[in-house]
């Protein structure tokens, strides 16, 4: 061997023995298959906060039991029966619902021990094992961890395979909304329903209904009283009020409720005053401005007052929301003064019913001397009417709605006919109200900002925008606004891939949408 093989030999014996010495310093348990060949985060959405992943599956089987701890039976019973009929629609497996202690192996195991306040109130615990276990805090947090569970296996091959691993997963906002005209266009109960579903799968909380509205400028035409306008509540309280083309009885709103109460979705109600009131006024003809558009209120009117109250002591019993939309959106400024002592009246009178409060933003533009009630949220969707960091500044809690990024207004040319979901993914999260002026927005973590809703307004009404174009337009929509609001900034994968993982996750169960 010549001198010069014989010095590269010696060399790479060195370097070998230098890797070795630096071997032996790291820990023996890093090599473990564990570390080495865990398991990836599985394609759920939201995407999870936080994954440990561990090796293997676990398979669910004909054994497998829905076992709920005995000390929270009656609390997760609700939980168990909803995720017992989804799991059976999604796996085929008939599991039955068990109280005991002990989770056993293959079951699925609930509890509400947690003491992590860190995940909230909606937030649960996630460790796939030789059992399941999600233990929360509340049964909100448990549902959403049978949505992520459903999700997993949704998304196996053998539809009944989940990953070992450990999630913590929790939301970054409180508020996770979407909105839907039903004023303008009249949408079928079993579709709210499925539209709740939809919702609760990718973790939203909040499904608000306006319940009333006209043709776009209707109140200013001349034969004003026969423009279209609906209100969509129908009471014997109020004959011939609901609209005669679809409306919703109190049974009706009922039955919409429990559905909204299994899924931890609240019904938010709004009935929109003093503008865009033409079906009050058609209604109550009195009741119409002598000064400005015919759906707007006539503020000076005691009448009008007496009337909208009657309007909300009858129809909110039908609601079991904490919160509902007064809506107060687009009066004339002309009468801002008479409009903000409007608006603390309905607030004063909803807290009397144990109500809190929302309104659409408009007190940027309706300046005046009455001071507005701070306890009232804002929902803002444009920063004109209100501006958000102004609405901060005053004492406003905030819901972003912002229009030029959340507005789905179905074949108009105008906000948008889809929204650009890549655009909401890659660019937007509820603190971003405009894209191009970063002074209308709110810092991260300001205690303000409650959350953001999206929302659907059907400008050209039912006679133009279909069942399906409402769907074809929410269903793209739902889970890149659902993941910005539940998970905060852009996550680390990209949109194609997130996309991946919307197809991955599938449809939510039970409902009969198209596809």
């Known amino acids: 061997m010549g001198l010069k093989n014989r010095k590269a030999l010696w060399l790479a014996i060195i370097v070998a023995g230098m890797v070795l010495a630096l071997l032996s310093l790291i820990p023996l348990h890093l090599f473990s298959p564990t570390v080495l060949f865990a398991n990836e985060a599985p394609p759920v959405v939201p995407i999870l906060r936080d994954w440990h992943g561990s090796t293997g599956d676990l398979t669910l089987g004909a054994h497998t039991q829905i076992i709920l701890d005995p000390a929270f039976a009656n609390q997760l ?21 068990v109280v005991d202690g002990n989770p056993g192996s293959g079951n699925l195991f609930f509890t509400l021990r947690t003491s992590d306040s860190g995940i909230g109130d909606e937030g649960y615990l996630l460790n796939i094992d030789t059992s399941v276990t999600i233990n929360s805090r509340t049964p909100a947090g448990a549902f959403y961890g049978t949505r992520t569970i459903l999700q997993i296996l949704h998304a196996a091959p053998d539809h009944r395979s989940l990953p070992k691993g450990y999630a913590r997963d929790y939301p970054q906002y409180k508020e996770r ?30 499904f608000q209904l306006h319940f009333n509205d006209n043709a ?41 409720e429990q559905v909204a109460s299994e899924y931890e979705v609240t019904i938010t109600p709004e009935i929109d ?49 904490p919160q509902v939309n007064m809506g107060m959106d687009e009066y004339d400024p002309r009468d801002a003064d008479k409009y903000r002592e409007y608006i603390n009246h309905y607030d004063a009178l909803l807290h009397q019913a144990g109500k809190t409060t929302r309104m659409w933003g408009s007190l940027s533009e309706m300046t005046g001397k009455v001071k507005v009630n701070t306890d009232i949220v804002i929902e803002n969707w444009d920063t004109t009417w209100s501006n958000p960091v102004d609405m901060v500044r005053q ?11 959340l507005y789905i207004v179905p074949h108009a040319n105008y906000f948008h006919d889809f929204l650009d979901t890549e655009l909401l993914y890659t660019s937007w999260d509820p603190t971003i109200f405009d894209l191009n002026n970063p002074a209308l927005n709110l810092q991260p973590g300001d205690p303000h900002l409650l959350g953001a ?46 996309e991946q993982n919307i197809h991955q996750a599938g449809p939510a169960p039970g409902t009969h949408l198209p596809q």
């Open 273 to 321: 005053t003093p503008a865009h009131a033409l079906a009050l006024t058609q209604y109550r003809q009195a009741l119409a401005s002598t000064k400005y558009s015919k759906e707007f209120l006539d503020l000076d009117n005691p009448a009008s007052y007496t009337f909208v109250d009657s309007l909300w002591k009858t129809f909110l019993p039908w609601f079991t929301a």
């Open 395 to 405: 004492g406003f809690q905030i819901i972003n709605a912002s229009d030029n990024l």
């Open 77 to 97: 019973q609700v939980t168990a029966q909803v995720f017992r009929q989804d799991l059976f629609a999604e796996t085929g497996l008939n599991a039955p619902i």
């Open 177 to 206: 909304g979407f909105m839907l005209d039903v004023g303008r266009k009249f949408v079928p109960l079993p579709l709210l329903e499925d539209y709740v579903r939809l919702l609760a799968w990718y973790k939203f909380n909040d």
């Open 216 to 256: 776009m400028n209707a109140g200013s035409k001349p034969d004003w009283q026969h423009q279209y306008a609906a209100f969509r509540l129908n009471s014997p309280a109020f004959p011939g009020l609901a609209a005669p083309d679809g409306s919703y009885t109190e049974q009706q709103i009922q039955e919409l």
């Open 453 to 498: 809703t999206f929302a659907v307004w059907n400008d050209k009404l039912g006679s133009v925008v279909s069942d399906d174009d409402i769907t074809m337009r929410i269903e793209p929509a739902m889970p890149v606004v659902g993941e910005k609001m539940w998970a905060g900034p852009t996550p680390d994968i990209s949109y194609m891939q997130f």
